[in-house]
């Protein structure tokens, strides 16, 4: 697979081609999630989870993103390494631009940062000087203490109408991707065909232009099984198999199904 870019995403949008993420921790799992064929990995904050034992993601430290994302491209081939920045790393412009650099020195490509319209200042700043940005909206893990929990994000209107705002306001400080999670199925399609940049669902039904999962939840490992996920280690002989089944289930479309949406 020759490396994947920006613009390799964007091309994969507009003929229809559906594309993957999947999160990476380590070198070995970088490894196989590259030769499984995603195109992208996300070094997700939600190793505060999966790695580092905590019920979410905001103990986790620039520290350990730098780590883990420095493994993670150690051990990459082809794939795009998006690192999350953590929480409260970019609560100015000026906190994002120092952070994100140490994330890119580290081995990232891309950032991932979670918010809409407040974060436009910082994605233009990032952008102008070379840093692209995965944006992320819906149920925004950072903000589970405001959201009073792991809800389900933009089921009434007003809801629906400001996620559609935050996403074409990111979209228009620059943002090269947007990640969105567990909001309903039909404003995630909706918001997919209304923006020109990629939109991964995770819980978002199958209407965005890629997916991503949390390897752990894929390979059935998950202490929680929210209704997005299956596992893919069933039927299975290894790890690389399982990897490679949801790869190839999300290009034909085959995953997510309606079930695996929320209304
Ligand atoms: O941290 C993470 O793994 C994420 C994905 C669930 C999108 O942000």
New binding site residues.
């Given amino acids: 697979m020759a490396k994947i870019t920006v613009n390799t995403l964007k091309a994969m949008k507009e003929a229809g081609e559906k594309f993957c993420?999947i999160?990476a921790y380590d070198a070995t799992f970088a490894r196989l999630i590259a030769a499984a064929g995603a195109e992208t990995m996300?070094v997700?904050?939600?190793?505060g989870m999966v790695l580092q034992g905590h019920d979410s993601?905001i103990p986790v430290t620039l520290e350990d993103m730098a780590y883990h994302t420095a493994c993670v491209a150690r051990a990459n081939t082809d794939a795009l390494v998006i690192a999350?920045m953590p929480f409260m790393a970019y609560a100015s412009p000026e906190q994002a631009m120092a952070n994100a650099t140490e994330l890119m020195q580290a081995g990232a490509q891309m950032v991932?940062m979670?918010g809409g319209t407040w974060l436009s200042d910082s994605i233009h700043a990032l952008v102008e000087r070379g840093i692209p940005v995965c944006a992320?909206l819906g149920l925004t893990?950072q903000s589970v203490n405001v959201f009073g929990g792991y809800r389900v994000q933009g089921r009434t209107p007003k809801g629906a109408k400001s996620i559609l705002a935050d996403a074409v306001e990111i979209q228009d400080a620059g943002a090269s991707i947007l990640?969105l999670?567990c909001v309903p199925a039909e404003l995630a399609t909706d918001i997919s065909s209304k923006l020109e940049i990629p939109v991964?669902g995770?819980g978002a039904g199958p209407g965005t232009d890629a997916q991503?999962?949390?390897m752990h939840d894929l390979l059935g490992l998950g202490e929680h099984k929210p209704r997005f996920v299956e596992n893919f280690m069933a039927g299975q002989a290894s790890v690389q198999d399982a990897l490679k089944a949801f790869v190839d289930a999300v290009k034909s479309g085959a995953y997510p199904r309606p079930e695996h949406g929320y209304e």
């Fill in positions: 993420c999160t996300l997700g904050d939600s190793l993601t999350d991932k979670e992320h893990p990640v999670e991964i995770i991503v999962l949390v």
